[in-house]
Structure formats: C-alpha cells, structure tokens
Nanobody, 126 residues
C-alpha cells in the first residue's frame, strides 16, 4: 500500500520560510518522479514543482521559481519543498504526488500522477 505523508505546513508571516517534507512508503521511491502541487480555496489544484527520479532535474511554476526549491533524498524516501520569501498568495493546501512517467512534459499535470498525499496547510499572513 503506497503512502505519501506530508508534513511541515504552518502559519507564517509574509517573507518567511517553511520546509515541507513528504515521506513515501510502499513504493520503490527512486523509480518515481515526485511533484508538489497546491490548492487554494475555490481554486483548482496547480503545479508547484517537480523533481526527476534521480534528483538531477527540477521543474518549477513561474510563480515560485527563484523562491522555492524541491529536493529529494532517495535513501530516506523523502521529497522536500523549501519555500522562501513566502507571499500571502502562496496560502494553500500543499500536496505531494508520485508519478512513474519519465517524460518531464507530464510532470505539470495532476492527471499524470498515480499517488497523492493527504496535504498539509500553508498559511501566509500579510
């Protein structure tokens, strides 16, 4: 049984930082590219960042590029999202997801991911 468990969500002031973690179990972690998505109230779930199976390649949405960093530790079956210079518009539930697809063009779409975590709330106050 595959499980993805996010942690690290919190309430922070604008300009602050948070580090999200996603611990995976029940799958061969190094065989999956990992993504972070977020969903704000009343909005659709949107792509934030993704990382290749080896961690050599990373991908970001324009809205977080330069502020967020995705990384992974395959020995710990964990993917991270370091979020700096947080803005109120970053407020959302953040989800991690796993895909067995190899092509990076697939990483941006929610329907390309086979497994999802339950989400962790990030709130940025102004």
């Amino acid at each position: 049984q595959v499980q993805l468990v996010e942690s690290g969500g919190d309430t922070v002031q604008a300009g602050g930082s948070l580090r999200l973690s996603c611990a995976a179990s029940g799958l061969t972690f190094s065989s999956y590219a990992m993504g972070w998505f977020r969903q704000a109230p009343g909005k659709e779930r949107e792509f934030v960042a993704a990382i290749s199976r080896s961690g050599d390649s990373t991908y970001y949405s324009d809205s977080v590029k330069g502020r967020f960093t995705i990384s992974r530790d395959n020995a710990k079956n964990t993917v991270y999202l370091q979020m700096n210079s947080l803005k109120p518009e970053d407020t959302a539930v953040y989800y991690c997801a796993a895909t067995g697809l190899r092509y990076s063009s697939f990483y941006y779409s929610t329907d390309r991911y086979a497994y999802w975590g339950q989400g962790t709330q990030v709130t940025v106050s102004s």
